[in-house]
């Protein structure tokens, strides 16, 4: 089954540094991966994803992510935080299959964004 | 972009209460999802269905009934509600057409208090 681990639980950052957000995932077979984003107060965002094809994959608001297969990880990435990123970022996998599967959440990683 | 509502979006209620939750969709999504969020485990699929009348289940049923009554409106009951079913609630839609499959619009959540 497939599965999902974001090792950082918190991460703190100053505004114009940059991020990664760090992403493993379980899966046999091709992956789709996703990150979504959770705003305080708010449902979840979707900020990209993978479909197989170029291994960097850009998202909304200078958002970017590179999938590894050989490291089975999906990291997240901003060049320069501003303080409306604050908030939960949430990686998620399924298989890349005609047949319907699960979308699985990794646990989320809280990014706070300080001065 | 997909509207997925949900209600009530707090609810307070006792050990062994009835409730139910309603989520409702107005993009003519075949998929609908009800996950709860906890702290350390992210998002986790309750049931989902993919049409009016279905019901599938997903990895944390326990305690949960769902109903799909018509294309838009997915329902989740919890008919005696315990204090470990203390949790933000959020309903999510989708649209799958064979192996394409599209991203999933969450509401806003329901936080639901047990005592």
């Known amino acids: 089954a497939q599965s999902v681990t974001q090792p950082d639980a918190r991460v703190t950052v100053s505004e114009g540094a940059s991020l990664q957000l760090r992403c493993k995932y379980s899966y046999f077979g091709t992956p789709y991966l996703f990150w979504y984003v959770q705003y305080p107060r708010q449902g979840l965002q979707l900020l990209l994803k993978?479909?197989?094809?170029?291994?960097v994959v850009q998202g909304v608001n200078g958002f970017e992510a590179e999938f590894s297969k050989s490291n089975s990880s999906f990291h997240l990435r901003k060049a320069s935080v501003h303080w409306s990123d604050w908030a939960v970022y949430f990686c998620a996998v399924r298989g890349a299959s005609s047949s319907f599967s699960k979308l699985v959440f990794g646990q989320g990683t809280s990014l706070s964004v300080v001065p | 972009e997909a509207a997925v509502t949900q209600s009530p979006r707090n609810k307070v209620t006792v050990t062994g209460g009835n409730v139910t939750l309603s989520c409702r969709q107005t993009?003519?999504?075949?998929?609908m999802y009800w996950y709860r969020q906890d702290t350390g485990h992210g998002l986790r699929l309750i049931h989902y269905?993919?049409?009016?009348?279905?019901?599938q289940i997903g990895d944390v049923p326990d305690g949960y009934k769902a109903t799909r009554t018509t294309q838009e409106d997915f329902f989740l009951l919890l008919e005696l509600a315990s204090p470990s079913q203390t949790s933000l609630y959020f309903c999510?839609?989708?649209?799958?057409?064979?192996?394409?499959?599209?991203?999933?619009?969450f509401g806003p959540g329901t936080r639901l208090t047990v005592l």
């Open positions: 269905s993919y049409g009016a009348g279905n019901l």
């Open positions: 999510a839609s989708s649209d799958w057409t064979g192996g394409n499959y599209a991203e999933q619009f």
């Open positions: 993978y479909y197989p094809g170029d291994p």
């Open positions: 993009n003519s999504h075949n998929y």
